[in-house]
């Protein structure tokens, strides 16, 4: 049974940083990519990035296949980052925006940024 799961989200000040992890067991980890997500309150679920690309540059996606760990640092965070983010993961090496290309979800971590 594959599973993934999120940690290290919280409140944080505008400016500040937060590092999500998520922790995959279960899953052929170094042959998936595992990309990040967020839902923002009242808006649609919305691709965050993967290891390959992320769509802020302030956040960076890094992965230990050791510990079968993605991480997701987020830098000079806004108020507008305020979400509840999720991993997911497909089998394979290719990335994908959608999220219908990911099988496998985490059931996400919030994050509240204050201004």
């Known amino acids: 049974q594959v599973q993934l799961i999120e940690s290290g989200g919280g409140l944080v000040q505008a400016g500040g940083s937060l590092r999500l992890s998520c922790a995959a067991s279960g899953l052929d980890f170094r042959n998936s990519v595992v990309g990040w997500f967020r839902q923002a309150p009242g808006k649609e679920r919305e691709f965050v990035g993967t290891?390959?690309?992320?769509?802020k540059g302030r956040f960076i996606i890094s992965r230990d296949n050791a510990k079968n760990t993605v991480f997701l640092q987020m830098n000079s965070l806004k108020a507008e980052d305020t979400a509840v983010y999720y991993c997911?993961?497909?089998?394979?090496?290719?990335?994908?925006?959608?999220?219908?290309?990911?099988?496998?979800w985490g059931q996400g971590t919030q994050v509240t940024v204050s201004s």
């Open positions: 997911a993961a497909r089998l394979g090496s290719s990335w994908s925006t959608r999220e219908s290309d990911y099988v496998y």
């Open positions: 290891t390959a690309w992320t769509v």
